[in-house]
């Protein structure tokens, strides 16, 4: 059974940092794709960033160059840092692993974990 938990979420005033977890387990992690989602209230959840089993990263275009996603094998921990936050970065952010399959792919999510961020 995979399991997210997803740790680290805040209140932060505009400009400050906040670091987000996602252990995992259940699941041979390393071989996996993973990721931050966020989902703002009446907002369709979106893309933050995605990191490959070979460590090749995607960002969105709204946090490149403030976050930075990250990732240990060994702890079977992702990580999202957050820096220069922004109030639109407001937002309850998920972690996803993605499992590839032969024809198909299979996504796992966290709880989520509320980011908040003040003017």
């Known amino acids: 059974q995979v399991q997210l938990v997803e740790s680290g979420g805040g209140l932060v005033q505009a400009g400050g940092s906040l670091r987000l977890s996602c252990a995992a387990s259940?699941?041979?992690?390393?071989?996996?794709?993973m990721g931050w989602y966020r989902q703002a209230p009446g907002k369709e959840r979106e893309l933050v960033a995605t990191i490959s089993s070979t460590d090749s990263i995607n960002y969105a275009d709204s946090v490149k160059g403030r976050f930075t996603i990250s990732r240990d094998n060994a702890k079977n921990t992702v990580y999202l840092q957050m820096n220069s936050l922004k109030p639109e970065d407001t937002a309850v952010y998920y972690c996803n692993l993605r499992r590839y399959f032969t024809k198909h792919e299979v996504d796992y999510w966290g709880q989520g974990t509320q980011v908040a961020v003040s003017s």
């Open positions: 259940g699941i041979t992690f390393s071989i996996n794709a």
